[in-house]
């Protein structure tokens, strides 16, 4: 991340297709066409575990597992576990809207089908593939795969409310289980395996066109996780296995009674007793699937806000000590380097900042907020960003841009746009501009600035649980009008690395040719970032490789 960059911001189930939830399909190949042509270098996303109640992805029964509302029906179709007829004509979704029910609905009969069609001869040769899957995932995917299978049996995922032998744990009835429920268990093995090798496909189809994959971990877990029912004696809980405190934070920006989050607190005394290795898991394989991942409320590393289980609001918690550098160096010392982006937003502390210098941890950076907080008082601009920082217009909490800027009063208005030299109609962009103009190393934009969409394309509403995690992009919305608008500004501050050649189509305007077309990006980018002037500069490369190519 030392590399001057820049990327956007888009969960999968947010991708248009023919279904009722963006997936791992053929959706994700015209993303991924649309970040090379427009120069962006990162796709970051949200968690991509299976979501929780009220679908939130920050509340998955496991810290392992993918969604399985992310497989592809295509992808199981190229495998032979499908056919075309069984996927059936398209099913279309809500216009600009996941339809989780019916995704799950869905979804669900066809992943029937496919493990069905696993077990017939003509599959019989993939059982080792599928059982080396089974051994390198081990260590999380037992449990995972039996607990699913025994929620399904006792009919709720709160594993508190079943027999106590299975609550408990006791081996015995663990060792029944797995036999009185092992086709349910392979079953659930059989998503995780085909989960895997969709990532798979699209992480290399992401490497092969110069792009990388930045993570989102939540620092907590959901009670109803198969992590809290394996592993009880990490976490805060009284006897019947029920939280005796639960995470969240103190007022703040978005919420004056705090946020309640209802999710168990760890025993850090305990994961360093076990040199925190169910972490570590954890991470391992969240850098199996992504370059770089960022970690959710980082300030809990250091300190957590815990509340009573039976309070009401945040109001009246208090912080304890978390992880910190003890966690972070077990971590460096098991997986090397720590590539992960910090969410150190709202209030931070002097051990957040120190925790971040001693293991080169980029921050977090919001314009939304930096701007917001000064057109009150009209003061200064906030500092320059440091390099080592990740900067956004806004992040999936946010209100989208517009939406932001259309609650502003007409003084602050008025105050951004002398600010940024912007009118109504183009104040977007031009704090898509400011944010690309940032000294940061890294900057992330959400794909709903882009199309410059309002409140109705909010991801999610702190606070309020129910009506978030739904919008998802109209089909032909990401146009080569606009990856050639979002390329020109990518060259034109400079955010531009070593790749592939630029697609012939973002140079067709100026009448050259595929093969002198990487030439004058050269030209173009070394210019800029010599401090030209971009449209000359573009006029001089121009020139000088039509002579090239004619001599």
Known sequence: MNLRTCGILLHPTSLSNAYPIGDLGPGTNGFVDFLFASGQRWWQMLPIGPTGGDNSPYQS???FAGNPLL???????DQGLLSGQEIGPPICGLAGSVNFPEAARWKMVMLKKAYGHFGEQKHVGRQPEFDAFLRAESYWLRDFSLFSA???EEGTADWTRWQAELRTRQPDAVIRAQKRLADDIRYHDFIQWQFSLQWQELRANCAANGIRLIGDIPLFVAQQSADVWAHPELFKLNADGNPTVVAGVPPDYFSKTGQLWGLPVYRWDVLKAQNYRWWIERLRTAFSRFDVNRLDHFIGFVRTYEVSAWAKTALNGKYLPGGGEAFFKAVREALGPLTFIADDLGATSP???????????????????ELGSVLPTKSDPPAPHPLKTVVYTGT????????????LTGVQRAILQKRLGAD???????????????????TIIPAQDLLELGSEARMNLPGIAKGNWGWRLQAGALTQKLARRLHSLTMEYGRLT?????????????????????????LYERRGRQGGQPDQDWLRAER???????Q
């Open 150 to 152: 025994l929620q399904a």
């Open 544 to 550: 000088q490789i039509k002579l090239e190519a004619i």
């Open 71 to 77: 497989l592809s029906p295509e992808r199981l179709v």
């Open 351 to 369: 051990g957040v900042v120190a925790l971040l210098d001693q293991f080169q941890i980029p921050g977090t950076r919001v314009l939304q907020f």
């Open 424 to 442: 109504d109609a183009d104040i977007v962009w031009a704090m898509i501009r400011e944010v690309l103009a940032s000294p940061a190393n890294t």
């Open 498 to 522: 070593d790749g592939k050649p630029v697609p012939p189509a973002i140079f067709s305007e100026h009448d050259l040719t595929p093969q002198i077309a990487q030439r004058a990006y050269e």
């Open 61 to 63: 029964p496991s810290a």
């Open 396 to 407: 999936h909490d946010n209100d989208t841009t517009a939406g932001w800027y259309e609650k």
